[in-house]
């Protein structure tokens, strides 16, 4: 584990705002967004498009700042975090290059990372220790795929190396922004099965962003919900289902529960005024 503040949440968001364009194009993507993430969690982010997902994600990824409030990766800001190596980002596509095969493209991100730590200075931390990403591979079905380029593979095949790929790094925090929208639903709902066995084998808070109510219940112990006009929280709820999650749950009372509470939340939140005020 990481030398960071345990005490502290793994992510704490203290009243974020961000504002894009100025005038006429001006826009209000997140309004006043209080989070308090624990360790270990996994957190998925639901909400209609538009109403800030990509932008909360990319704030604790450190790809935006704030223009009011703050964010915090276990006491740090986002770019000590990602300093750290303590965060892990997995994009809506998988973004692998196309020219190295699927073991090098998942060990290359520990590869470009040894040789930086090694130039930084003494104190800086150091780069952990690559996992077996072989068997990384192989866990998720890709033992056979190692040596193919990725234009060779499936898009689902695809995504699977994109979050081996992050998992490597072994990262305290995994931000994932829809990595299964572009997919089938049957290749979904095994990539689910999948990414849950890999994350049950590490100490990561995950907040995964997501359209698909079914997603973050299965996935999820809370489900953060969004609203638009401006982006902003409108609930948080806990998904008090047992884990393992396998796909049978998914047809069970309890679950159709969970998405049923949050499929009407969504449908309030969607008919709420704007807030003017937040202007
Ligand atoms: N770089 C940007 N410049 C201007 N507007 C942006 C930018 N990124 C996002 N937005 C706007 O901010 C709002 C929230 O975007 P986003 O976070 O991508 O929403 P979501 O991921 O929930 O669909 C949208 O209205 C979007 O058009
Ligand atoms: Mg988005």
């Known amino acids: 584990m990481a030398p960071h503040d345990l005490s502290a949440p793994a992510i704490r968001i203290d009243g ?22 624990p360790a270990g969690r996994f957190v998925s982010v639901i909400g209609p498009s538009g109403c800030g997902k990509s932008t909360l994600l990319r704030l604790i990824a450190n790809l935006e700042a704030t223009d009011a409030g ?36 998942v060990t290359l991100p520990h590869r470009v990372n040894r040789r930086a730590s090694r130039k930084r200075k003494a104190g800086a931390s150091a780069a952990r220790p690559m996992p077996d990403m072989e068997q990384l591979l192989r866990d998720v079905g890709l033992g056979d795929a190692m040596h193919k380029l990725p234009p060779e593979l499936s898009g689902g095949m695809q995504q699977r190396v994109a979050i081996v790929r992050a998992l490597g790094l072994q990262p305290d925090v995994l931000l994932m922004d829809e990595p299964f929208s572009a997919l ?35 996935l999820s112990d809370q489900v953060v919900v969004m609203a638009p006009r401006p982006g902003r929280i409108v609930d948080v709820i806990d998904v008090d289902l047992p884990r393992p999650r396998s796909a049978e749950l998914l047809t069970s009372d309890e679950f159709h529960h969970y998405e049923d509470l949050i499929r009407e939340r969504l449908q309030s939140a969607w008919h709420s005024p704007d807030l003017p005020n937040a202007a």
């Open 16 to 37: 974020a705002r961000k504002v894009y364009g100025t005038g006429s194009t001006r826009m209000v993507a997140l309004h006043d967004v209080e989070l308090d993430i």
């Open 70 to 105: 703050s964010v915090e990766v276990f006491g740090e800001s986002p770019a000590a975090a990602c300093d750290g190596k303590h965060i892990g980002f997995v994009p809506q596509t998988p973004a692998l290059l196309p020219w190295l095969n699927v073991l090098h493209n």
């Open 184 to 218: 089938d639903e049957f290749t979904r709902e095994s990539l689910q099965g999948q990414l849950l066995d890999l994350w049950d084998h590490t100490t990561a808070t995950v907040v995964f962003v997501t359209h698909s109510v079914t997603e973050a219940v299965r």
